[in-house]
């Protein structure tokens, strides 16, 4: 990640990135087969395509309250994807230059869920009657970095994340992991020749014995065939629940991301291809799979 880490959004996303690391040992695990492989040097060299939160649809909470932070750093909003199946609205951001990751934020659209599992989701949220983020100072990156991995509502108890299991697995993590970050992505077309596509990528991470995320095929494709998109599947932590109960819960992923060049620059020398030359955005299609990173067909399999 080749920002400066001491700015103001650097610093957050700095801040971000540390908790996850330790949660996710893929993470390491990747980064140092990719060093010793000599793919890069270290993790700065890893270009971070973008990164990605999930929140919960109730007053004072969901995207509208969590965008504020990124919209204050420099990010502008853009396309908006609606996954029914899952019952998820999405928007994704461009950040204020280059160097710094897309932000990708779902939100969960608990109106549309049963009123059990609405009642268990009001049963944490409830009185939470201002929007947390109002009272963050966004220019005191410290406290921005603190907020994602604070408690915004009580432990769950076991039962209730169950309860919420059955309905929605994006319902069941966001209870328990809030806006820990979801995924960081290795934008795979900077890498050597010989790993830079998400086929030849999948190949190395096989190889080094991840596993990789199979709803839809490993490779998920876009509908015009310039985005390409892998991930990992979530590892299951240990997670502590009300009354001191301890189940395992999956946490977060890895993914991995090829954009081709737009056809106007399909000629252009790769090396010299800039940001503006690829394509850009996201891909419905394949952000619905890759949410399936955390879900149990995923993290249960043989
Ligand atoms: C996000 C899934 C979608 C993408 O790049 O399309 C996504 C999530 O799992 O919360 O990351
Ligand atoms: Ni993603």
Redesign the pocket.
Same mark, same amino acid.
């Given at each position: 990640m080749n920002f400066d880490k001491k700015d103001g959004l650097g610093n957050v996303l700095e801040g971000l990135f540390k908790p996850y690391v330790e949660r996710v040992p893929d993470v390491s695990k990747i980064t140092a087969a990719m060093v010793n492989n000599g793919l890069i040097a270290s993790q700065d060299d890893i270009v971070n395509?973008?990164i990605?939160?999930?929140t919960l649809g109730v007053p004072n909470l969901g995207i509208s309250s969590f965008e504020k932070i990124f919209l204050h750093y420099g990010y502008t909003k853009e396309d908006y994807?609606f996954f029914e199946g899952k019952k998820?609205d999405?928007y994704?951001y461009a950040p204020p230059s280059p160097e710094y990751p897309r932000i990708?934020i779902?939100e969960l659209r608990v109106k549309d869920l049963s009123n059990n599992v609405q009642e268990v989701i009001s049963k944490y949220t409830k009185d939470i009657t201002e929007d947390p983020v109002d009272s963050l100072d966004l220019n005191n990156a410290k406290q921005v970095g603190d907020f994602f991995y604070k408690s915004l509502w009580q432990l769950p108890s076991l039962e209730d994340y169950k309860t919420l299991l059955k309905e929605s697995e @994006?319902a069941s993590?966001v209870i328990y992991n809030r806006y820990y970050l979801?995924?960081y992505?290795i934008s795979v077309h900077e890498l050597p020749e010989a790993y830079n596509t998400v086929a030849k990528f999948n190949a190395f991470l096989e190889s080094i014995g991840v596993r990789l995320n199979t709803a839809g095929g490993k490779i998920?494709t876009s509908a015009d065939g310039l985005l390409k998109?892998s991930?990992t599947v979530a590892e299951m932590i240990d997670a502590e629940f009300s009354n001191n109960k301890m189940s395992k819960i999956s946490g977060s @992923?890895v993914?991995f991301?090829e954009r081709l060049p737009l056809p106007e620059y399909a000629s252009i020398d790769p090396s010299k291809l800039t940001r503006e030359q690829r394509r850009e955005g996201?891909?419905?299609a394949?952000?619905?799979k890759?949410?399936?990173?955390?879900f149990s067909t995923q993290t249960q399999k043989e």
């Open positions: 395509d973008h990605a939160f999930r994807f998820l999405a994704w990708f779902s @994006y993590w979801n995924h992505t998920k998109q991930s @992923y993914e991301a996201f891909e419905s394949n952000a619905d890759i949410f399936e990173s955390t």
